[in-house]
Every structure is written in structure tokens, then in C-alpha cells.
């Protein structure tokens, strides 16, 4: 009785595989972006998707991930912040990666970070942009566009004027800085704020 009961759940528990199979199966095949890749190479055959089942699995369940995106911080794909890219046709298919639009981003604000090192300085400065800066009086607006095209104008390497800015304290010129090293930084030139008193030692 035993060894016909153990027969019984095999075969049991095979045809709910199978039928779980056939499930996710018709699902994937209805994917819109399978549909349209179905379409982009009509010489594929119902051997050739069943050959490559798996990678559409694959495809499908990262994609579905990116439309419900959580976040870069939260990405549940196997390689975060990375989206998939069916390739392939005929017999060959294979699952490309590349990154996110969020991907990018960060690495573009991590590059950016790095091109700007300080000693002592408020993120607020460190973080400052022009836009940031409050043209409420004439001495900050010529400030500020001075400034600009001292960013314009910079070319590492060469000799050129520096830019000199005095004033009572918190009138805004180390926010100014910050703004001309992040625009520095947009142009990929590195920059080093450092507070002088803490520079020179008094």
C-alpha cells in the first residue's frame, strides 16, 4: 500500500508543477514586451520559446519588477539597478542588463561627489548651486555672475585669474563656493574647499 500511496504524491505532486508550469507559462507569452519581441522576429517558433522558457521567466519577472520600482535602494532585480533587455533570435536568446534611468543618476551624483573634497565645510555648502543662491541685493548678483564666468572660463592646466570674494560674515561667499565647485564638477574638474583659518593652522 505504501509504495503505491508514494506513486500516488509523485504523480500528485508532479501535476501541480506542471500545472503551476503551464500557469506562468501562458503569462509570460502574454507579456506585452514578449508580444512585441515575438513580433520584431517572426521566423521564431513554438521550439524556440519553449528552448528558451527559462529566459523569459527571467526577463519577465526583472521587468515587472522595474514597473513596481521601489526605489534604487529597495531594487529587487538580481543586479540592482540594472534592467533587462531581451536579445537574440533563432535558437541564441540571451538576458542583457544595463542600468536604470535611477542607476544612473546615482552614479552620476556619487562621480560628481567625488570631484569635490572639503575639510570642515557644511554640506550645505558642499551641496550649494547657483541656483541655490538668492539674488536679493546687487553685490550678490555681480558676486554670482562673476562666479559664473569664472566656471565658464576655468581651464585646468592653464594659467588664469582666480577669483577673490571679501565680505562681513554671512553675506554669502562660501555658499557661492560651493556653487562654483558643483559646477566645476559638471564640467569633471576637481576642486578642494578648505576652510583658511583651519588651512593655515590659526
Known sequence: MDPIKSSLDKWMNQKEWRNRYNMLRDEVLKDPRILEFKSKHPDLTNGDLERNMMKLFEYKRERDHCDNCPG????????????????????????????????????????????????????????????????????????????IEFVESAEPGNNAKGLYFHGKFGVGKSFIMGAVANALAKRSISTIIVYARTFSGK
Open 72 to 147: 534604487l535602494d529597495l531594487c529587487p532585480n538580481m543586479m540592482q539597478g540594472y534592467q533587462p533587455e531581451l536579445t537574440g533570435s533563432g535558437r541564441e536568446w540571451s538576458v542583457a542588463y544595463h542600468k536604470c534611468s535611477l542607476k544612473l543618476q546615482y552614479d552620476e551624483k556619487v562621480k560628481h561627489r567625488r570631484l569635490i573634497k572639503s575639510l570642515y565645510i557644511p554640506s550645505e555648502v558642499v551641496e550649494a548651486t547657483f541656483d541655490d543662491i538668492e539674488l536679493d541685493n546687487s553685490s550678490r548678483s555681480e558676486a554670482a555672475r562673476k562666479a
